[in-house]
């Protein structure tokens, strides 16, 4: 069975700081790994995704995963954070390349950016 | 192109009651998910379809149902209203090819009282 785990519910950084936001998976096949933000009383917007190409996956908005196997790690990351990146980042796995496959998401990290 | 439309945005309803979520997906995707988001059990997935079909199901009592049209759009009911079903119910629609990511729409909040 696939399953995700989002170290920290809850990430603090400082305006032009480094964002890492961690993401580990669990997953019997090769897996299909995606990050999202929420935004406050909005749907999941699609940050990035790894599809068994490049194992560097750039996303919007200046974010960036890397896929590493044997650490079974996808985490997200941004080099220098902005206040409008503030929100909820949900890590999620899907074990089959094909439509309708259930999404299996992590609990989430908020992240907080002060000035 | 237009996303995913979800209807009605909020809902409130009252314990035993039942309610219908619409979703309208992106033209031309014919897959779409339904998930239920709460604060202590997260993103959950209800159910798929994709032409007309349910083809995946998720863990959840058969109070939870769910259709789609001709035109791709979706409904998803639930019945007998309980407190626990308050959430943020989601709907996401993807084409065939699902390497392209799954779009989400703004969700409907189900307040049960």
């Known amino acids: 069975a696939q399953s995700v785990t989002q170290l920290g519910s809850h990430v603090s950084v400082s305006e032009g700081a480094l964002v890492l936001l961690r993401c580990n998976y669990s997953?019997?096949?090769?897996?299909?790994l995606f990050w999202y933000v929420q935004y406050p009383n909005q749907g999941l917007q699609l940050l990035l995704k790894y599809t068994s190409a490049a194992t560097l996956v750039k996303g919007i908005n200046g974010f960036e995963a890397e896929f590493k196997k044997s650490e079974t790690s996808f985490h997200l990351t941004k080099p220098s954070a902005h206040m409008s990146d503030a929100a909820e980042y949900f890590c999620?796995?899907?074990?089959?390349?094909?439509?309708?496959?259930?999404?299996?998401f992590g609990k989430g990290t908020t992240l907080s950016v002060s000035s | 192109k237009a996303g995913v439309t979800q209807t009605p945005r909020y809902l409130i309803k009252t314990r035993g009651q039942q309610v219908t979520l619409s979703c309208s997906p992106i033209s031309g995707h014919r897959s779409v998910s339904w998930y239920q988001q709460t604060p202590g059990q997260g993103l959950q997935f209800l159910f798929e379809y994709f032409s007309e079909t349910q083809r995946n199901k998720g863990n959840f009592p058969g109070r939870f149902s769910g259709r789609q049209f001709s035109n791709s759009r979706s409904e998803m009911n639930v019945s007998t209203l309980e407190l626990g079903d308050s959430a943020l119910y989601l709907c996401?629609?993807?084409?065939?090819?699902?390497?392209?990511?799954?779009?989400f729409g703004s969700g409907t909040r189900l307040t049960v009282v």
């Open positions: 996401a629609s993807s084409p065939p090819d699902s390497l392209h990511g799954y779009t």
């Open positions: 997953s019997s096949v090769p897996p299909y």
């Open positions: 999620a796995v899907t074990p089959l390349p094909q439509a309708g496959t259930a999404l299996i």
